[in-house]
């Protein structure tokens, strides 16, 4: 279950969390532009933030 994210700038933490609101996973000290994360999660929805230096962005991820 591998999530893939690019981003404009470097991307410097990511967290999932379930719909409920709890943190599944979370990796800091990232800085890259192209990461790959595989967190040990089940199948179903999840919201990811990403954050960078300046700025942070939320997405729905399916994981199946």
Do not use: C, D, F, M
């Not at 994360?37 to 994981?63: C, D, E, H, Q």
């Amino acid at each position: 279950n591998s999530i893939h994210l690019t981003a404009p700038t470097e991307i410097q933490h990511i967290t999932v969390y379930n719909l409920v609101g709890q943190e599944v996973y979370h990796q800091k000290n990232l800085n890259r532009k192209y990461v790959t994360i595989n967190p040990a999660i089940t199948k179903g929805l999840y919201v990811l933030k990403a954050t960078s230096r300046n700025n942070s962005w939320i997405r729905k991820v399916l994981v199946n």
